[in-house]
T-cell receptor, first 115, second 112 residues
């Protein structure tokens, strides 16, 4: 069974450009999370979807960030316009449980570098 | 009240030694405490988890010790191997919340 699939694995872009990160969760999982990982701040939860509905986006840093989940098998995280401080590894994770105690399955991440 | 404090930040252990990583939480409503292991270039993966109704859980060389009264839990890696070199994150969740609160991570290096 395939795990969480993220693309692209690496993205280098220039400040001001739009960045779109993609995620395919594990089939049958009803919860999807986007995390950002940096050395300074560790793993930060950006947004949480349950059954394709955004439940909590309080971790989204600014209006430049947006996320969508049009169906159960696809989600995107978009940054527009991108800034150098957005450089980080972005992880998508999915879970079978919506109650908070299910195992989180992480993708391999998308490493974003904004010049 | 949502923090999980993890220490040490980094750890170097000789092959065959014991690695110990500690975490402390504040929210007494948490009822699920997983440890995640992350290798360079990979996403975190669940290593072992415990619920507060037990004080210890062992899986192979990995043991979680849980102290509910002190609100602390720790990961012990027995007979540490170079292949255990990774970053370890503790986390806490539950009590009706979907949010995992992650510790800041411990970078473990096991010397051959």
């Amino acid at each position: 069974d395939a795990g969480v699939i993220q693309s692209p694995r690496h993205e280098v872009t220039e400040m001001g450009q739009e960045v779109t990160l993609r995620c395919k969760p594990i089939s049958g999982h009803n919860s999807l999370f986007w995390y950002r990982q940096t050395m300074m701040r560790g793993l930060e939860l950006l947004i949480y979807f349950n059954n394709n509905v955004p439940i909590d986006d309080s971790g989204m840093p600014e209006d430049r960030f947006s996320a969508k989940m049009p169906n159960a098998s696809f989600s995107t995280l978009k940054i527009q316009p991108s800034e150098p401080r957005d450089s980080a590894v972005y992880f998508c994770a999915s879970s079978r449980s919506s109650g908070g105690t299910g195992e989180l399955f992480f993708g391999e991440g998308s490493r974003l570098t904004v010049l | 009240q949502q923090q999980v404090k993890q220490s040490p930040q980094s750890l170097i252990v000789q092959k065959g030694g014991i690695s110990i990583i500690n975490c402390a939480y504040e929210n007494t409503a948490f009822d699920y405490f997983p440890w995640y292991q992350q290798f360079p270039g990979k996403g975190p993966a669940l290593l072992i988890a415990i619920r507060p109704d037990v004080s210890e859980k062992k899986e192979g060389r990995f043991t979680i010790s849980f102290n509910k009264s002190a609100k602390q839990f720790s990961l012990h890696i027995m007979d540490s191997q170079p292949g255990d070199s990774a970053t370890y994150f503790c986390a806490a969740t539950g009590g009706g919340t979907y949010k995992y609160i992650f510790g800041t991570g411990t970078r473990l290096k096991v010397l051959a």
